[in-house]
Antibody, heavy 120, light 111 residues
Framework: EVQLVQSGAEVKKPGESLKISCKGSGYRFEGNWIAWVRQVPGKGLEWMGIIYPGDADTRYSPSFQGRVTISTDNSISTAHLQWSSLKASDTAIYYC?????????????WGQGTKVTVSS | QSVLTQPPSVSGAPGQRVSISCTGSSSNVGAGYTVHWYQQLPGTAPKVLIYDDTNRPSGVPDRFSGFKSGSSASLAITGLQAEDEADYYCQSYDTGLSASVFGGGTKLTVL
């Protein structure tokens, strides 16, 4: 079964760093794009960026460029989303999703989401 | 404010047909970039309903259909069922942002 399994919920303080993960299984991890999507509580979906594990080609939405870093560890078929200094406004559910194209394709497989709470 | 505009809410009675619009511009839908549609049930991850404007993944009922014309796209749901009550999002690519974008989402209420 093709699936993406994300790491568990996190509670952090403003200014702290964080790295969440998304592990792919049931398919060739290096051959498919992985995107990250943010959903603030009660709000819509926001495309943050996308990475191709095969060559680490990474693209970011202008809204998130410089605020987060997307990476992969192909040895464990895992994608990561990280922050160096969290803000309260980063409180959201973060989904990873698998796509077949860099920017224009649909996302057919989604992780279950990771809830991140940033509060002092 | 998303570059893809959806109505915040739509509603319909069981058995009826509803349509959800997704209005873009010449930098996204109007430029020919494909539109995808997702359903998000409460507390769950989104699920793709329509990809590349009009195509349904296997397993998605044919009650769901997608259309595109010019700078706008729409999702039609026929034979409305209580289980269709969810949030629906369109997605496309925007050349001005050089990024994929989602519409603001539409909440469907089955009366």
């Amino acid at each position: 079964e093709v699936q993406l399994v994300q790491s568990g919920a996190e509670v952090k303080k403003p200014g702290e760093s964080l790295k969440i993960s998304c592990k792919g299984s049931g398919y060739r991890f290096e051959g498919n794009w992985i995107a990250w999507v943010r959903q603030v509580p009660g709000k819509g979906l926001e495309w943050m960026g996308i990475i191709y594990p095969g060559d680490a080609d990474t693209r970011y939405s202008p809204s998130f460029q410089g605020r987060v870093t997307i990476s992969t560890d192909n040895s464990i078929s895992t994608a990561h989303l990280q922050w160096s200094s969290l803000k309260a406004s980063d409180t959201a559910i973060y989904y990873c999703a698998r796509g077949t194209k860099a920017n224009t394709g649909a996302f057919y497989i989604w992780g279950q989401g990771t809830k991140v709470t940033v509060s002092s | 404010q998303s570059v893809l505009t959806q109505p915040p809410s739509v509603s319909g009675a069981p058995g009826q047909r509803v349509s959800i619009s997704c209005t873009g511009s010449s930098s996204n839908v109007g430029a020919g970039y494909t539109v995808h549609w997702y359903q998000q049930l409460p507390g769950t991850a989104p699920k793709v309903l329509i990809y590349d404007d009009t195509n349904r993944p296997s397993g998605v009922p044919d009650r769901f259909s997608g259309f595109k014309s010019g700078s706008s796209a729409s999702l039609a749901i026929t034979g409305l069922q209580a289980e269709d009550e969810a949030d629906y999002y369109c997605q496309s690519y925007d050349t001005g942002l050089s990024a994929s974008v989602f519409g603001g989402g539409t909440k469907l209420t089955v009366l």
